[in-house]
């Protein structure tokens, strides 16, 4: 008999639950709602809500509301955001992520405390929405390394204040602090904020433990989600038998042939639904044969 786990630790961080539970509320009331970029970085879900009635609208669209109700999603927005809905009288549902919202505030403080010798790095990917926010606090200033190959943009010869986008790799950070420390000029301050987010952190050690525990794996994420792409290489890394996929439809069912132990995750931002769907496709391509939840 197969057995099919679906991974406990897997879905919706508070940030994006949240989020989700605004959006859920303003539409159950009738009202139209708009969306700045996706509300999550999952396909599956934005068509639930798109269902629902939000409308999802691009910086470009939300530069000509007027008089209108737009919720900003949990990756935050830079302060620009604000000040061109308070001058078209936007009304903002403010969603971001609480731990987000600290780390943009301490960004700020530090931005705001000048020091042209101080140079503001954020380890996180480029244009996304998150960093977005961030480099916002600092008018553009901050400087944006993805990786470890990247540190060269930085000048060892001047002080250096290091952040993190909240879902980056914390061995990676880590790394990036190892190797500053080795390198700044002993004239040069260095200081660091570790600002990952635990409850996203603490799911690689876990999602590597599951998918070690299974025969197969189907991680199920949006192609969108930088968070999805860091756990499903923790996941290939300890199980080569590990497919992403986006939707139930993806699943090869020539892979469940032979296998006897199923494990079924998803990044922060793949709801359970979506997960719990993936399970009964596989049940009822084999519920003839010894497959069972």
Request: charged residues 25%; aromatic residues 6%.
């Amino acid at each position: 008999m197969v057995n099919i786990e679906i991974d406990n630790g897997s879905g919706f961080c508070f940030g994006v639950t949240t989020a989700i539970k605004k959006a859920e509320e303003e539409l159950a009331k009738g009202n139209r709602l708009y969306c700045l970029g996706d509300i999550v970085h999952n396909g599956q879900e934005c068509e639930r809500l798109k269902k629902m009635g939000l409308i999802t609208i691009n910086h470009d669209e939300f530069a000509q509301l007027h008089h209108a109700k737009v919720l900003l999603r949990a990756h935050g927005e830079p302060p620009a955001t604000y000040e061109l809905a308070e001058k078209n009288h936007i009304e903002i549902i403010d969603a971001t992520c609480p731990v987000v919202l600290r780390l943009q505030k301490r960004i700020k403080q530090e931005y705001d405390n000048k020091d042209s010798d101080k140079q503001i790095v954020i380890y996180g990917k480029n244009g996304h929405a998150e960093v977005l926010g961030l480099v916002g606090q600092t008018n553009g200033q901050a400087i944006v390394i993805e990786n470890l190959a990247e540190i060269d943009q930085l000048d060892f010869n001047r002080s250096i204040r290091l952040y993190s986008q909240t879902t980056k790799s914390l061995d990676e950070f880590r790394q990036i602090v190892e190797y500053i420390q080795q390198h700044i000029s002993p004239d040069a301050t260095f200081e660091y904020h570790d600002t990952i987010c635990r409850q996203v952190a603490n799911r690689m050690p876990n999602i590597r433990t599951f998918a070690a525990s299974h025969d197969l794996v189907f991680f199920v994420c949006g192609r969108k989600s930088s968070n999805g792409k860091i756990l499903f290489h923790e996941c290939l890394k300890v199980n080569p038998n590990t497919y992403l996929i986006d939707q139930p439809e993806e699943i090869d069912k020539t892979q469940l042939k032979g296998v006897k132990s199923i494990g079924i995750c998803g990044a922060t931002s793949t709801p359970k639904w979506l997960m719990e769907e993936c399970r009964e496709v596989i049940n009822n391509e084999d519920c003839n044969s010894d497959v069972s939840s």
